[in-house]
């Protein structure tokens, strides 16, 4: 069975300008500071988590955050220099990890480039056009001597015009460069909901005639994720539908919510069978989990889900120590924090949990029936939850537990009377099919099992 690279991925997600600890601004002045190198001490860590894809966030010169973009062909002083990223992305190929990078097309920053052009020439500049709404009639919040559309009400964020020949061409030519340069595997496109679809169709052309195996994936929050994943447009978007259910249904003791979810996007009939959907249970945008959980024991079950639903599993950088972070109304930074790889290992919240996240990972990199197999739910209780993943030739029967005390599983399953299953999960437990049930008699507090026929 041909597959794209991304149904067999484990993706890792880093924040670079907190994860490196770079400074708040960019003074547009100083001399680069290679602080991206700090990624090289983690690829042994990514390894040993069996990561093989990382999604770096924004590197590219900006003002602050690195989504307040003002040039689109030079990496953040704060980072380092374009080598600095083309020596990460080798080393990072070199130990069979892809890269992805953030692109940033919606809004650039006001100290991008064209836009200075335009505060400095007004209705002389050639650059007028190459933003939404640029009225000469009014002023801006900032005070500038004309009005323009900001991203969301945020006019630091300076929509772009992507009806533009003259800003896709710009874009493109970034992208063109961002392959040939630092070979890059694929992009994430910020607030792609708020994207010109036209502008996504030429995208994904442009992308795939550079590079026919390139991975375009939207960032979506709500509505039908097909109208962003498709064949003209983007090849996966970001499942934020069951990223809340993954820990509410924890929190609430409502394993019916995730279920629902799981039915509605890929159960028979389901929405999104024909998508590879990029799952999280955090990000940078988003309080991390561990914060979120009423009982951190649960982190076991919610990582044995992320790891056998449908998709394409992504973890957030720290996460996998259990470490917590809570945005307040002005400020995300409590989510992107610089971390120290020795501290983490030495003492961490949860030093358990990325032992436990390597072996769902090597689980599920060896069972292709948890990488592209069918869903199918088997039962559904407030703290229990079985379905099965099935392909062809491969069937995977996951069994989840988040209650304090065992649990035991009576299943109607469709597999021949006698059948033996292997416990994957908890290694030398075996199972018997016994005329069309499965009967499990212990799942273990705050855990799984993820069975498969006995070969």
């Known amino acids: 069975m041909k597959t794209h690279w991304t149904t067999n991925s484990i993706f890792y997600h880093i924040y670079p300008l907190g994860f490196c600890d770079a400074p708040e601004r960019n003074d547009f002045a100083s001399a680069p500071v290679a602080r991206l190198e700090k990624v090289h001490e983690w690829i042994s860590h990514l390894r040993g988590l069996q990561v093989n894809a990382l999604y770096l966030g924004p590197v590219f010169e900006s003002t602050a955050h690195g989504y307040d973009t003002a040039d689109y062909f030079r990496v953040d002083r704060r980072l380092g220099t374009n080598e600095t990223l083309a020596n990460l992305i080798k080393d990072l190929h070199h130990n069979g990890i892809k890269v992805i990078l953030d692109g940033v097309f919606n809004h650039v920053g006001r100290d991008f480039w064209a836009f200075r052009d335009l505060q400095q020439n007004g209705e002389r500049s050639a650059y007028r056009h190459w933003f939404q709404g640029v009225d000469f009639n009014s002023r801006s919040p900032f005070g500038d001597s004309f009005g323009y559309e900001g991203w969301n009400g945020n006019y630091d964020l300076v929509k772009l015009n992507l009806h533009s020949p003259e800003v896709k061409d710009h874009l493109f030519q970034a992208i063109r460069q961002w392959v040939l340069e630092f070979d890059i595997d694929g992009l994430r496109l910020d607030v792609a909901d708020c994207l010109d679809h036209q502008f996504m169709r030429e995208l994904s052309t442009f992308c795939h005639n550079l590079r026919p195996d390139f991975w375009l994936m939207g960032e979506v929050v709500h509505g039908d994720y097909n109208k962003w994943a498709n064949p003209a447009m983007l090849d996966s978007v970001t499942n934020y539908e069951s990223y809340k259910g993954l820990y509410s249904s924890l929190a609430d003791k409502n394993y019916f919510e995730i279920s629902y ?58 996460s996998e120590w259990g470490l917590e972070g809570k945005r307040t109304p002005k400020d995300d930074r409590p989510l992107r924090p610089a971390l120290d790889l020795s501290l983490l290992r030495s003492a961490s919240p949860q030093p358990n949990l990325p032992s436990a996240i390597a072996q769902l990972a090597r689980i599920r990199l060896d069972l292709p029936a948890l990488r592209y197999g069918d869903y199918t739910e088997l039962y559904v209780a407030s703290q229990q939850f079985a379905f099965s993943r099935k392909t062809d030739d491969d069937i995977a029967i996951v069994l989840l537990n988040s209650a304090s005390t065992d649990a035991s599983f009576d299943i109607p399953v469709s597999l021949p009377h006698g059948t033996q299953l292997v416990d994957l999960l908890n290694p030398n437990d075996e199972f018997r099919v016994d005329s069309g049930h499965l009967r499990v008699a212990k799942v273990y507090p705050c855990w799984g099992r993820i069975l498969q026929v006995k070969k």
Not at 275 to 284: C, G, K, M, S, V
Not at 287 to 304: E, F, I, W
């Open 261 to 318: 979810s799981l039915n509605r996007q890929f159960g028979p009939g389901g929405l999104y069978r024909n998508l590879y959907l990029y799952n999280f249970a955090d990000n940078h945008d988003v309080d991390r989990v561990a914060s979120l959980l009423k009982d951190p024991k649960h982190l076991y079950p919610l990582y044995c889900l992320l790891f056998t639903m449908p998709g394409i599993p992504s973890i957030y950088y720290g």
